[in-house]
């Protein structure tokens, strides 16, 4: 690995920077790409003439960043399913058939707006789970778990099921197992952390998956870093990090939310830098 391209983000066409990575690198890449047609006022988003012609190039990327994950590394893909957005079911279905499918996750954005008068509101999105085949993944539930209420531990607590009471205490007290339904608030207009990307992630809901698929030290990847999110967790969680965006005021975006607070003494330094990587200056 070429140590000169962590934590740093790189400009450039996610395609084509992808294939110049160092292969069998990465234990996690976190896409949040163009969803087609959904936000269509951007043009990020509707820059492809049909359908066919979006799918085809999301079977590029998805190739090119399963040949920079480590064997058992995991690819999460977000995308959404409505009315209008129909691109993310043949996605899902044509990359189950050629990679190997490891999960599913619902995305409860907790919404309660009416955007559309014809067809119910879309509260969900979605995350395909891809597996580099190879090894087992690295997959630890124990570090996201979900706290129990005061209730429902006094109930569990009282239940006479549960023989061996110390063991169903010590589970009780590190919370629930978290499923693949996850609940987590969209950004709002008022939120602290929006910082005026249309389709911003939570840092809660990249942190989970960061935690639960990666350890200290792992290179994570995000071939659509947008404004950020992926690498100001990962920077967060002592992960190393590669980020790709080729919109500039992105760019410019995400290393505003990595630049470190500034203090008096002694001046902070910037832990993050871009870099604009072509084949020439990357052989």
């Given at each position: ?143 996201v778990r979900e706290p129990y209420d005061k209730k429902t531990i006094a109930q569990y607590a009282r239940d006479k099921r549960y023989k061996d009471a110390e063991a169903r205490r010590r589970h009780l007290s590190k919370g ?108």
């Amino acid at each position: 690995m070429d140590f000169a391209l962590e934590n740093q983000i790189i400009s450039g066409d996610c395609v084509e920077v992808l294939h110049q990575l160092p292969a069998r690198t990465a234990r996690l890449v976190i896409a949040d790409p163009p969803y087609f047609n959904v936000l269509v006022n951007e043009s990020w988003d509707t820059a492809w003439h049909n359908e066919s012609e979006y799918l085809d190039w999301t079977a590029r990327w998805i190739e090119a960043a399963m040949q920079v994950l480590v064997p058992g590394g995991l690819l999460y893909c977000f995308g959404q399913v409505g009315k209008r957005e129909h691109a993310m079911l043949h996605l899902m279905s044509q990359a189950a058939q050629r990679w190997a499918f490891h999960d599913l996750l619902i995305w409860d954005r907790a919404v309660g707006y009416k955007d559309r008068s014809d067809s119910w509101t879309p509260a969900y999105e979605m995350a395909l789970v891809l597996r580099k085949e190879g090894a087992p993944p690295l997959f630890n539930k124990d570090v996201v778990r979900e706290p129990y209420d005061k209730k429902t531990i006094a109930q569990y607590a009282r239940d006479k099921r549960y023989k061996d009471a110390e063991a169903r205490r010590r589970h009780l007290s590190k919370g629930k197992y978290a499923t693949n339904l996850w609940r987590i608030p969209s950004l709002k207009g008022s939120s602290k952390e929006k910082v005026g990307h249309p389709s911003q992630k939570p840092l809660a809901l990249i942190e989970r998956i960061v935690r639960a698929c990666s350890a200290p030290g792992d290179l994570i990847v995000d071939p659509f870093l947008g404004s950020g999110t992926t690498a100001v967790v990962a920077q967060k969680l002592g992960r190393r990090w590669i980020g790709i965006e080729k919109d500039e005021r992105f760019v410019a975006m995400a290393r505003a939310r990595l630049e470190p607070e500034p203090r008096r003494e002694p001046a902070a330094a910037s832990t993050s830098s871009t870099c604009s990587l072509s084949r020439r200056e990357h052989e």
